[in-house]
């Protein structure tokens, strides 16, 4: 495979198993497939055919453990933690499901909250969270706790914290599965137009066609390899 810095993801030849007791699960058994930058890709196939699984190595959450993953032409085998920590922290934005905020606090707290971390001047990190807020579509909201939001808001503030990091990359694992179809399809709109202005990538596992009409790209996994 010829390293190539266009494409964010280059997946080759790509096993993984989970170990189970005595037990070895094997949720992908060769897995190929390159993924371009700015694009919004989805990772589509039946339950229990290792999309998380493929979300997850793609998120730095678990490792390589048989063949290759570049990312941004890096190959991600030879990251040590600290460099896998950093890049977590700097390029990848993840959104979940169950949208994942701290229920204490309001929704510019919880843009900001990480983004402390990052080392970040009082200077930019306001102009990140009031810029990540507005396009969000949250502006008016921002002093609200997530218990006041709606569902579709609260994912809007999973979208706004994670765009505030300025990554490459936002991971998604179904992030629209607990929404209805009208909001579901009001979070993919945005998703869709981060990726036409910001430049950044998406990449969304779902069972969903209606999320898969926004993608540009998908990769249909079957029973832990990529087919077509
Ligand atoms: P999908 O996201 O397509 O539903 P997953 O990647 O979650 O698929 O799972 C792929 C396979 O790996 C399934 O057989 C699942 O049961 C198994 N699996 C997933 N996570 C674990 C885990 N933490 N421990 C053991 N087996 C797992």
Redo the contacts with the bound molecule.
């Keep these: 495979m010829k390293d190539n810095k266009c494409f964010l993801y280059q997946v080759e030849d790509l096993v993984f198993s ?3 007791g005595n037990q070895r ?4 058994r060769g897995v190929n497939v390159a993924i371009p930058a700015s694009s919004l890709v989805t990772i589509s ?12 190595i793609l998120g730095l959450i678990e490792p390589v453990q048989e063949g290759r993953v570049l990312f941004r032409g890096e190959d991600m085998k030879w990251m040590g933690e600290k460099r896998k920590n950093l890049v977590r922290k700097l390029e990848i934005g993840f959104i979940f499901q169950q949208f994942h905020l701290i229920p204490v606090l309001s929704a510019e707290e919880n843009v900001r909250y990480f983004l402390v971390r990052q080392g970040l001047s009082k200077g930019e990190i306001k102009e990140r969270v009031e810029g990540s807020l507005e396009s969000a579509g949250l502006w008016e909201h921002r002093k609200k706790k997530p218990s006041e939001l709606s569902g579709g808001q609260k994912q809007r503030v999973a979208i706004a914290r994670a765009i505030a990091k300025k990554p490459c990359v936002i991971i998604g ?1 179904e992030p629209t599965a607990s929404l209805d179809q009208k909001t579901g399809f009001e979070v993919m709109e945005l998703l869709a137009r981060l990726v036409e202005t910001e430049k950044t990538s998406v990449i969304l ?1 779902t069972h969903d066609a209606m999320v898969q009409s926004f993608s540009q790209q998908n990769i249909h ?1 079957q029973d ?1 390899t990529t087919c077509g």
């Design positions: 989970y170990t189970l699960v094997e949720a992908l196939g039946p339950s229990g055919s290792g999309k998380s699984t493929l979300l997850n694992d596992t996994i832990g």
